[in-house]
């Protein structure tokens, strides 16, 4: 998986048109699961947004230059600090997932597919990184 080539222009223009919606969207999704929401209280929404926001600009810097470098550091970034924010790594998989699935309604097929391998990437270095530290 360390080959990803950057994400096609057109691509990248097609998510910057739809990245709010998207953050937009996978918020809404995110409000509906109490047990995503129950940590953070009523700063939930907030916190929620604020993540994936910091997520799509991560990812977007590592489409753009096919640098996987970047969520590397990113998911190690999120296995050390997140659970000191209340975000468990089974609720932070669960966003991602959702916003694999929110890319792909927003997006058209190739697009979304393309967008997708980032992120996919993304939860399987968290996932790889949470196996490690729970040794």
Do not use: C
Request: aromatic letters at 6%; zero cysteines.
């Amino acid at each position: 998986m360390k080959d990803l080539k950057p994400v096609s222009e057109e691509t990248m223009n097609h998510f910057y048109a739809q990245q709010e919606g998207i953050i937009q969207e996978s918020v809404r999704r995110s409000m509906s699961f109490l047990d995503e929401i129950e940590p953070h209280g009523e700063n939930a929404k907030q916190v929620i947004t604020s993540g994936y926001e910091f997520t799509l600009k991560m990812l977007a810097a590592a489409m753009e230059t096919g640098e996987l470098q970047l969520l590397d550091d990113q998911a190690a970034w999120a296995v050390q600090r997140l659970p000191h924010d209340n975000v468990s790594m089974p609720n932070l998989i669960k966003r991602l997932e959702r916003l694999v699935n929110v890319i792909s309604s927003k997006l058209n097929d190739g697009d979304s597919k393309e967008i997708n391998l980032y992120v996919d990437y993304l939860i399987f270095k968290i996932k790889e990184l949470s196996k490690r530290k729970t040794r």
